[in-house]
Structures are given as C-alpha cells and as structure tokens.
C-alpha cells in the first residue's frame, strides 16, 4: 500500500522568501512518481510538478522545485521567491507506475503568504 | 478544449435521495477518476476506470456506482444519499503508460461538484 505524509498543516511564509513544503512518502513499488498539485481559494487542483522515481535530476518548474531524497523517501516543494497568489492548499501525490496508476494523495499543507 | 467538465457544480440533496454527477473530458484520455475531498482528509479516490468499458473500486466505494458511458464520459451515482456523503467531488482524466514511457502523465481535474447532504 502506498501512504503520503504531509506533517505541516499550515504555513506562514513572508512575500519573497523561500518556503519549503515536507512530504514523505511510503511505498514498496520499485517504479513511482511523484506529484505536486496547488488548490487556491478557488478550489480546482492545478498540476504544479512531477519527479519520477528513476529521474537522476531534481524536477524544476519555474519557481518551483522538488528536492528528491529517494533513501530518505521524501518529495520536498520548494517555492522560491513567494508571492501573494502562492497563498494555497499544496497536496503531495504519488502514483504507481504499475497496474491502475492511481494516485494517493496528503492531508495537505495550507500556506499563507504574509505581504 | 474544456478539459475536463463536471455538472452540476453545487447540489443540495436530502437524505435518501439519488442523485448522478456527470463529468466529461475531452482530452482523449484513457483513464478517469472519481475522488471525495473532506476537509483535512485530502483526496480519496472512490472509484476509477482505466479505460472504457472498464471500471474498479478505490479507497472509499461504499454507497456510489459508476458508470463509463464512453471514452469521454464517467458518471458517478448516489443511490441513497447520507450526511456522510456531504463532501467535495473532483473528477479527474489522464492517460496511461506512464511506467514504460517514463513521462509525467499527470491528472487534469474537473472545477469540482460541491454536494451538501441534508
């Protein structure tokens, strides 16, 4: 079974700092990815970046990172240079690469940019 | 190009009651999701279809049935509506093959159903 672990209910980040956003992740499949989605106020999910699990790299999107430790089994977003519009519900995702491929999502961490 | 579409976008229901919320996509994708959202739960997939024809159970079935119509379409239906169903209802689409192509394949998600049980 595959579980992800989101520790941080809320966060309060000041304009144009850097935040980083925990997930930890638990799996037994030896092919996965990972997935990040951002829901505003608003309410739809918006796909924000994705890491696979064999990728050599960190994924890159813009000002947003994924800082990738597969040992450590942790999918961190980093969001550099915060802005207003970031304030946001942020789910961490992963999917199998076998079988359904469905995705098992967090409990979410809810940030709050701070002008 | 609408992506993904679902009606209606809010819905009072009294218990008992059925109800079908409809979702279509026009991505030619494979698969298509139905997930729950309650608050401090994140998502919960209740059921999925991978491609048409096909549908199978997700982490919370009990109380929905689904329907695949088509390759466009995935409706998802309320027989017997409970309190406990009160939640936000995302649909989502994607394609298939991402453990041998390697590639994102990410789920585009409907606007989302907001149904509130009374």
């Known amino acids: 079974a595959q579980k992800i672990t989101q520790t941080q209910p809320g966060m309060f980040v000041q304009e144009k700092e850097a935040v980083t956003l925990d997930c930890t992740y638990d799996t037994s499949d030896p092919s996965y990815g990972l997935f990040w989605y951002k829901q505003p106020s608003s309410g739809e999910m918006i796909f924000l970046i994705y890491?696979?699990?064999?990728?050599?790299q960190n994924a890159t999107e813009g000002r947003y990172s994924l800082n990738f430790q597969k040992a450590r089994k942790s999918a961190n977003l980093v969001i550099s240079a915060s802005q207003l519009g970031d304030s946001a519900m942020y789910f961490c995702a992963m999917r199998s690469n076998f079988g359904n491929e469905k995705l098992t999502f967090g409990t979410g961490t809810r940030l709050t940019i701070i002008p | 190009n609408a992506g993904v579409t679902q009606t209606p976008k809010f819905q009072v229901l009294k218990t008992g009651q059925s109800m079908t919320l409809q979702c279509a996509q026009d991505m030619n994708h494979n698969s298509m999701y139905w997930y729950r959202q309650d608050p401090g739960m994140g998502l919960r997939l209740i059921y999925y279809?991978?491609?048409?024809?096909?549908?199978d159970k997700g982490e919370v079935p009990n109380g929905y049935n689904v329907s695949r119509l088509n390759k466009r379409e995935f409706s998802l239906r309320l027989e017997s509506a409970a309190p406990s169903q009160t939640s936000v209802y995302f649909c989502?689409?994607?394609?298939?093959?991402?453990?041998?192509?390697?590639?994102?394949?990410?789920?585009?998600f409907g606007p989302g159903t907001r149904l509130t049980v009374t």
């Open positions: 279809s991978a491609s048409e024809g096909t549908t």
């Open positions: 890491q696979g699990s064999y990728d050599q």
């Open positions: 989502a689409s994607s394609e298939m093959g991402a453990g041998r192509s390697g590639r994102a394949y990410e789920q585009y």
